[in-house]
């Protein structure tokens, strides 16, 4: 790979990325897309560094793309268990971070429940005058940068993917639909496809999309960021339609009726996508919940579904942001 002018260690947010990081992100992603397609599916870009892998909160799809993008760059790998952690002992999160970097970790990638704890552990790493690169791999309601990059980069493929760039997107009509409240890959989503110029539009019910969601979008911004609380304005003409998983384990507080109730008003069903541009294509981070969010039968047409696209994006860009902070520090 040839040398970038990146200069972040740290991703820990989307909020101030501008336009010139994302195209590098997702040139270097198209990048690693030609190498992965290849025979040999490994390069040396990060040999002799130590990936940890910190997630103290339950993950399928993002800790298996963030280890099999590590291995794919030649990194060493460091997993961490929190069930069998000396955090049972009682050990603080930032002695555990302290643990890792005492094992030569050079990069700490962090999933955690709580909202700002990368950007502690980042903090901290800091303050200690190391080289130690941090990534946010979700946290809390906050956001999930690597995923939201990982959308951009499926879209942008699907629009030109010999050069996938930010301006591509300019214009485009994106709908968001499901539990927004709780999203933190909404709120990243925000972020990049507002700053390329797109209009994004959020839908859901009140208790899962309250008024606070338009403040988050100054005037400096590219795009606009509009809000519905019906599903169909939102849909009408869109280009882009990403569904979010409705939380089950948010039932007991009473915030929705019921499952099915839900996707009576705010599934997206292919009596739905009627509304949209005829080329529509939908997007759902996953876990998916079938019949809730999104019909069964549309998950799995490939003619409208980039869902299984999106899992193949997040090694590629996995590897770009590994390899962009690793070779910064």
Known sequence: MAKTN?????????????????DIILQTAASFREILSGRTKKVPALQGKVVANLFFEPSTRTRSSFELAAKRLSADI???????????????????????????????????????????????????????????????????PSQAL????????????????????????????????????????????????????LAGPPTLLPKMFLDLIKNDRKGKLLLHWEVEPALRAADFVM???????????????????????????????????????ILHPGPVNRGVEISSDLMDDPEFSLISQQVTSGVAVRMALLYLIGSSN
């Not at 990146?6 to 994302?22: A, M």
């Open 243 to 281: 569904t979010l998983r409705l939380q089950k384990e948010r039932m007991s507080q009473h915030l929705l009726p019921s499952l099915r109730e839900y996707h009576q008003y705010y599934g997206i069903t292919r009596d739905r996508l009627k509304l949209c541009q005829p080329h529509v294509k």
């Open 6 to 22: 990146w200069s972040r260690r740290h991703i820990l947010s989307l909020v101030d990325l501008i336009s010139n990081e994302y």
């Open 150 to 201: 990982l959308d951009l980069y499926t879209i942008c493929t699907l629009l030109d993917r010999d050069r996938p760039r930010l301006e591509l997107l300019e214009g485009k009509k994106i709908a968001i639909v499901g539990d927004i409240l709780h999203s933190r890959v909404a709120r990243s989503n925000i972020w990049s496809l507002t700053e390329a110029g797109a209009e994004v539009h």
């Open 78 to 144: 460091l997993n961490f268990s929190p069930g069998t952690s000396s955090l049972t002992k009682g050990e603080t999160i930032l002695d555990t971070a302290k643990t890792y970097l005492a094992m030569g970790a050079d990069i700490m990638v962090i999933r955690h429940k709580q909202a700002g704890v990368p950007q502690a552990i980042a903090t901290e790493m800091d303050l200690k005058k190391t080289k130690v690169s941090v990534l946010n791999a979700g946290d809390g309601q906050h956001e999930h």
